[in-house]
């Protein structure tokens, strides 16, 4: 245990056996600091003239003796007999023992700046690595209390001044690289507030720090913190201007301009105060981004790598309606601000894939955009692109004729592309978006492998980011292996998103009852409407943002799509009322009703209904009939149960079951029922139950809720189900098991 706590981080405090010391004499204080910071022995000659000059020698060393003996009887006091002393003291030199139960707060920093300069970058630590990197250094930051011993001077002593000047700049380069890291870290690992509270405590040590603020506003950005980034920006010229009659850099002011203009645009429609409007409901909502925090700020980092010459390959992965669009979106925008040379394209699915769609059709807009492409390329290379973009022989017919060999002529295409990049990155960095690339051939993927190798031999600054959906459990083997093969040429990272969470969903909720305090301005038919100066329902006639934040977590359970769609059905079905409040701009204010839905297929959204029923479409008859054995057991249900029901062998069944785990309908359940033998699984998603329900007809449903009531555990759900058929006919014959069961209903 260390019975000598010294901090020098900020104003010094010495604590000794748990109790404050209090210096009479401030270099007794600044002698402590020097031998606690340089460590080892130390001439008392060299001593004296560092904390007297203006002394002779003699009476110098006089005054050392004098504030040692003070500074020896403040670390003895109390102490037992038997302790070991701190100082170490002969004829002509004075040191600290460190090893005497010492514990000082510039040594645990200084210990941790050596851990990550032997790391590669914050971006490559995973896993309970990152946990406790990021654990360590959260304590080294909290030692930093500010500059090294601030606010502590000394009369006349030059040397001992021009030393702590070393020693804070010493420090704070010890403490920006923690504060750097541990901000990175915090947001690789999805916690983008603490790494905006890292930043925030940053900046407060350093507020002319550029690059400290934009990171700050860039995380605010990417939380869907709009005004919080642009208050960052003008705090940060307001003092620059104060402090150094300087305006923030063009790059600063380029990320503010695009923060403030990626607000909501003003909507163009409206409605007067209440009820359904089908035809304005979707421009009115315009939901914000959010939850894609973490996310965002790792495509920022590595954007920043790819600008500085270290290429880049980025896969945006998830199911359908998850975000990637969304998400790419928004990066696009600030990597434009970036000034970033863009090239935007998108794969699609046909009876046959095309070659180089998501690539060519972009570069060809871009390329009109130029006049001297032979100041870039020479002829033969651009014969070798009019292959492909035959556009260029129209504009240079003197163009030499294409090579015809086959595999020589996709080489030379494929080395025409590459020196094309390279001069377009030579202007600015450049970056290519192919969205869904699952839609893409084989020849395609080869033209993004060629590019990546020649971007790392060149060191090109480019950065290529794709979107994938995944909406089977496994990767296709052609584009694992093309990965996997891409991995061992340039630096690959995927990002794999999910849903959203409980916390965003209640963010976006509280988004649109209090607005985005920009009314729009109203043409046309609906210019008469004026803004109210107040919200004009009466009290307590709309659902509390937390309500209604959670009840529409659980019907969504954070899909982004099911969440947009649910919210356009409840604007339509004037069950969210819109109203326009001035000061405010739209609001939407959820009604008490919408609690009251009496089924869940009444709330099902007509797109989310035929997005699930096309991902159904592509399964065997088997798998769809074991899926809907699984909506008839409403949830939890084991192989055995689905089989029984569906009445399939065991072997279609597991074939069955393979497909529908394998397409992500269905996950294996974390827990177990209890008195219940094997692994048992539930639907992915409660709306993928509900359409699948109904989609297994009515005849089918009949049958499979008589074969249920054999099912131990499930016959409260059936029964339940059953009921409306029983009441519909006065009574049922159900077959169950080849044995006829009649269920009588008492009188009503």
Known sequence: ?????????????????????????????????????????????????????????????????????????????????????????????????????????????????????????????????????????????????????????????????????????????????VFDWLSRLQCAAGEIEQAIATVERWRSFDPLNEDVSLRLMQFQFATGNRIAALKTYESYRDVLMKELQAIPSSRMATQAKFIRNASPP???????????????????????????????????????????????????????????????????????????????????????????????????????????????????????????????????????PTTIDGAFASSRLFEALARLSHALAAQAPLFIFADDIQWTNKATLDVFQYLARSWVEHATPAMLLLSRRSETRDMEPEMSQWLASLRNTISVTRLQLGPLSAQDTLQIVRSLSHGDGAPPSLQGEHAPFQPSSQHVQAPRSSLSPQRFGAWLFAETLGQPFYLRALLQTLLERGVLVPRLIAGSGWVFEPQPSILDAASPDNILPPDVREMIQRRLARLSSPARNLLAAGAVLDHDF??????????????????????????????????????????????????????????????????????????????DVPTAELASHVLANGSAALIANGTQTRLKMPPL
């Open 1 to 177: 245990m260390s019975t000598l706590k010294i901090a020098l981080l900020g104003p010094p405090e010495v604590h000794h056996l748990n109790r404050r010391l209090s210096f009479c004499e401030r270099k007794a204080l600044a002698l402590l600091a020097y031998l606690a910071t340089e460590g080892g022995m130390h001439k008392r000659e060299k001593l004296t003239r560092l904390l007297w000059p203006e002394s002779d020698m003699a009476h110098g060393r006089t005054m050392l003796r004098a504030t040692l003996l003070r500074l020896r009887q403040m670390l003895e006091e109390k102490t037992p007999p038997d302790h070991e002393s701190h100082l170490l003291i002969t004829h002509d030199a004075l040191g600290l023992d460190l090893d005497s139960g010492i514990d000082l707060d510039l040594h645990a920093l200084e210990a941790v700046c050596r851990l990550i300069r032997a790391l590669p970058s914050p971006e490559a630590v995973q896993g309970e690595v990152r946990c406790a990197l990021i654990a360590q250094l959260d304590r080294a930051a909290a030692l930093y209390r500010g500059s090294f011993l601030q606010d502590f001077t000394l009369r006349e002593t030059l040397d001992f001044d021009n030393w702590v000047g070393m020693q804070q700049g010493y420090c704070y380069q010890c403490i920006e690289q």
């Open 266 to 400: 003003p909507r163009k429609k409206t409605c007067e105060q209440t009820g359904p409007h089908p035809s304005s409901a979707r421009p009115l909502l315009d939901l914000p981004f959010v939850g894609r925090g973490a996310e965002f700020s790792r495509l920022m980092s590595l954007y920043e790598k790819a600008s500085g010459g270290q290429p880049q390959v980025v896969v945006i992965e998830g199911e359908a309606g998850i975000g990637k669009s969304r998400l790419a979106a928004a990066f696009l925008d600030w990597v434009r601000a970036q000034g970033a040379d863009v090239l935007e394209g998108k794969a699609f699915q046909a009876s046959q894939r095309l070659a180089y769609q998501p690539f060519l059709d972009p570069l060809g807009a871009r390329l009109e955009q130029e006049h001297g492409l032979r100041q870039w390329l020479g002829d033969p290379w651009l014969a070798e692109l009019s292959r492909v973009l035959p556009d260029l022989r129209e504009r240079y017919p003197d163009l030499p």
């Open 638 to 715: 084991t192989f055995e149960e689905l089989c029984q029901i569906a009445q399939l062998a065991p072997q279609d069944g597991l074939a069955a079951l393979d497909e529908a785990l394998q397409s992500l309908l269905l996950h294996e359940s974390s827990h177990r029922r209890e008195g219940r033998r094997g692994v048992s699984y539930h639907f992915a998603h409660d709306k993928i139950r509900q359409v699948v329900y109904a989609g297994a007809g009515d005849a089918r449903r009949r049958v499979f809720h008589g074969r249920a009531l054999t099912v131990p555990g499930h016959v």
